[in-house]
């Protein structure tokens, strides 16, 4: 069964804290993401990948940093965690660019600062 | 600006019960995809929808893509407790030569045995 795995499900920082969240896929793919879910807010886009140390932008950048040194690995940093990134974390990854063949969610990490 | 629109963003209805959501785009994609999310896990893919027109059916649930490929729905009949969850419309858009994956807000379903 193919996967994405997120290291963590649930995390509790403090405020100032660097965090990192890791992301392994096992399905080869090329393309990997990072999304952070808020109620009403919908899946927003943080950073993505399509292809070993490449990394794009997404919709919400601010405050975050990713890697990707191995085609499986692709890891989240918060540099300094603030409250406002209190969310659910989900990392997904998909073997083309576009929609026809699918994302491939984890399970999420909720993470919580204080 | 949110490309995909879905309506409704809640639904609570009775087992039994059908029931239709929407996902709007004034920009026609070349594909859209649904995923259905429940609590605490992430979003999985039900199906992907390509060609103008093309209806697709999964069990109860039927997709359908608009002519023009900016709409899509979701509708399922005799709902069941078991369809409660997250259902979200998906596309992607080209910006600079790379495709750039966009999602709807969601429509959150809760059906009542």
């Known amino acids: 069964d193919v996967k994405v795995t997120q290291s963590s499900r649930y995390l509790v920082k403090r405020t100032g804290e660097k965090v990192f969240l890791e992301c392994v896929q096992d399905m080869d793919h090329e393309n990997m993401f990072w999304y952070r879910q808020d109620p009403g807010l919908g899946l927003r886009l943080i950073y993505f990948s399509y292809d070993v140390k490449m990394k794009e932008k997404g919709d919400i950048p601010e405050g975050y940093s990713v890697s990707r040194e191995k085609k499986e690995r692709f890891s989240l940093i918060l540099e300094s965690a603030s409250t406002n990134q209190t969310s659910m974390y989900l990392c997904a990854s998909s073997p083309t660019q576009g929609t026809i063949k699918g994302y491939t969610f984890g399970s999420g990490t909720r993470l919580t600062v204080v | 600006t949110q490309l995909l629109e879905q309506s409704p963003q809640f639904l609570s209805i009775q087992e039994g019960e059908n029931l239709t959501v929407y996902c709007n785009s004034s920009?026609?994609?070349?594909?859209l995809q649904w995923y259905r999310q429940e609590p605490g896990e992430g979003p999985v893919l039900l199906v992907t929808v390509v060609t103008g027109g093309e209806v697709k059916k999964l069990k109860r649930l039927t997709f359908q893509f608009g002519d023009a490929r900016k709409d899509s729905s979701l509708h399922i009949t005799a709902a069941q407790p078991g369809d409660t969850g997250l259902y979200l419309c998906a596309g992607a858009y080209e910006d600079g030569g790379s495709y750039i994956p966009t999602f709807g807000r969601g429509t959150s379903l809760i059906v009542h045995p």
């Open positions: 920009s026609v994609f070349s594909s």
